[in-house]
């Protein structure tokens, strides 16, 4: 069963970049037809889709983030991560990765790092 | 990017009511969407997905429905493990342009 776990900072600085790691566990990254995503929520803006990608590198980012979005893959370690240039407060929610498919949705979810920006 | 509205924000209910919950799309998106549940502290999970299909281990007082523009998901008969916040999805540009939803709070009355 596939299994994901979010690492990286919990507190950070405006003006700085965000970076997150998902690892995979229970499967692998190669290979799969997985999109693999990250998303976050806070009060102020709900539910917000930043992007996806594929196992080929092949990525997806949000309109309103790809500016500032950045996201890799690295199939040896089965992990994925995201860049996130210039946070600001804005930026403060707690933050998902998942796998994703068009037609069962995003069935896995890791369990979510909460990420806070202080100006 | 599309818009998802969700009606109620939230609603209080009893064990054994019916509850719906509706989810608006700013525009045609076809007959995909998806609902999630998401309990305090957790991730939200799938419950529904393709408008009406029941994610493995979903009970059957869990039901969605909807094409369009206009998509409803139904509890009927809440039980107390149903207070929870419900999200709708949408995937009609996949794999770019998902949104959500701002989410429906179950909570008991």
């Known amino acids: 069963q596939l299994h994901l776990q979010e690492s990286g900072p919990g507190l950070m600085k405006a003006s700085e970049t965000l970076s997150l790691t998902c690892t995979v566990s229970?499967?692998?990254?190669?290979?799969?037809?997985?999109?693999w995503a990250w998303i976050r929520q806070s009060p102020e803006k709900g539910l917000e889709w930043i992007g996806s990608?594929?196992?080929?590198?092949?990525?997806y980012y949000s309109s309103s983030l790809e500016s500032r979005v950045t996201m890799s893959v690295d199939t040896s370690k089965d992990q994925f991560s995201l860049t996130l240039k210039s946070v600001s407060a804005a930026d403060t929610s707690i933050y998902f990765c998942?796998?994703?498919?068009?037609?069962?949705?995003?069935?896995?979810w890791g369990q979510g790092i909460t990420v806070t920006v202080s100006s | 990017d599309i818009q998802m509205t969700q009606s109620p924000s939230s609603v209080a209910a009893s064990v054994g009511d019916r509850v719906t919950i509706t989810c608006r799309a700013s525009?045609?998106?076809?007959?995909?969407l998806a609902w999630y549940q998401q309990k305090p502290g957790k991730a939200p999970q799938v419950l529904i997905f393709?408008?009406?299909t029941l994610q493995t281990g979903v009970p059957s007082r869990f039901s969605g429905s909807g094409s369009g523009t206009d998509f409803t998901l139904t509890i009927t008969g809440l039980q107390p493990e149903d207070f929870a916040t419900y999200y709708c999805?949408?995937?009609?540009?996949?794999?770019?342009?998902?949104?959500f939803g701002g989410g429906t709070k179950v909570e008991i009355k």
């Open positions: 998942g796998a994703l498919t068009y037609y069962y949705g995003m069935d896995v």
């Open positions: 229970g499967g692998s990254i190669r290979g799969s037809t997985y999109y």
């Open positions: 990608i594929l196992h080929s590198g092949i990525s």
């Open positions: 525009q045609d998106i076809g007959n995909w």
């Open positions: 393709a408008t009406s």
């Open positions: 999805q949408q995937a009609n540009n996949f794999p770019r342009g998902l949104t």
